[in-house]
């Protein structure tokens, strides 16, 4: 629904790792990033841009762009991600970014590992966040998502190089 914000998240096949090095990681921000900002944009357009080094997608706006979703926060863990996004006015709708999102990743994933099949648990979950208070739990859930790697719980912004807690922070 246009307006609403939604917790996004899935993991790998059998719980298995979809990030295997910071490289996946990287592919993955810079896939997320170019259908933010090009949501019509073809998986194929993507993959032959990652494939030069040097390479970065244009991730300027343009004066006219209007964003068909926002990305709020996110965590990339080795298995599993999650998102918070805000569907906004527009011709696509989260489901449609997260289609391409997850095939772009899983052609450039199956190539780069000589992996075949699945590499997510079905299709990505969601839940609509109908309260402010569900907003600030979600915020820190996947902020925090990270602690969970650690014993101790006392945070080390090196566990947060694939989060947008560096963003909330300032860094």
Same mark, same amino acid.
């Given at each position: 629904?246009?307006?609403?914000?939604?917790?996004?998240?899935?993991?790998?096949?059998?719980?298995? /790792?979809?990030?295997?090095?910071?490289?996946?990681?990287?592919?993955?921000?810079?896939?997320?990033?170019y259908y933010?900002?090009?949501?019509n944009?073809?998986?194929?357009?993507?993959?032959?841009?990652?494939?030069?080094?040097?390479?970065?997608?244009?991730?300027?706006?343009?004066?006219?762009?209007?964003?068909?979703?926002?990305?709020?926060?996110?965590?990339?863990?080795?298995?599993?991600?999650?998102?918070?996004?805000?569907?906004?006015?527009?011709?696509?709708?989260?489901?449609?970014?997260?289609?391409?999102?997850?095939?772009?990743?899983a052609?450039?994933?199956?190539?780069?590992?000589?992996?075949?099949?699945?590499?997510?648990?079905?299709?990505?979950?969601?839940?609509?966040?109908?309260?402010?208070?569900?907003?600030?739990?979600?915020?820190?859930?996947?902020?925090?998502?990270?602690?969970?790697?650690?014993? /101790?719980?006392?945070? /080390?912004?090196?566990?947060y190089?694939?989060?947008?807690?560096?963003?909330?922070?300032?860094?």
């Open positions: 629904y246009s307006g609403s914000y939604y917790h996004i998240y899935n993991r790998g096949a059998n719980k298995q /790792n979809i990030f295997l090095d910071d490289h996946d990681y990287e592919t993955f921000t810079k896939i997320v990033a933010l900002l090009h949501p944009g073809t998986a194929q357009s993507i993959l032959n841009r990652l494939k030069e080094p040097n390479k970065v997608p244009n991730l300027v706006f343009p004066e006219s762009f209007m964003p068909c979703y926002t990305l709020l926060a996110y965590c990339l863990m080795s298995n599993h991600f999650h998102f918070m996004l805000r569907q906004e006015d527009g011709n696509l709708t989260i489901s449609d970014f997260m289609r391409r999102l997850s095939i772009t990743y052609m450039y994933f199956n190539h780069k590992h000589h992996h075949s099949g699945a590499i997510f648990q079905g299709k990505y979950k969601n839940v609509l966040i109908t309260n402010e208070y569900q907003w600030l739990y979600l915020s820190k859930y996947i902020h925090r998502n990270p602690l969970h790697l650690r014993k /101790n719980k006392v945070p /080390n912004l090196a566990l190089l694939c989060s947008s807690y560096q963003n909330y922070l300032g860094k």
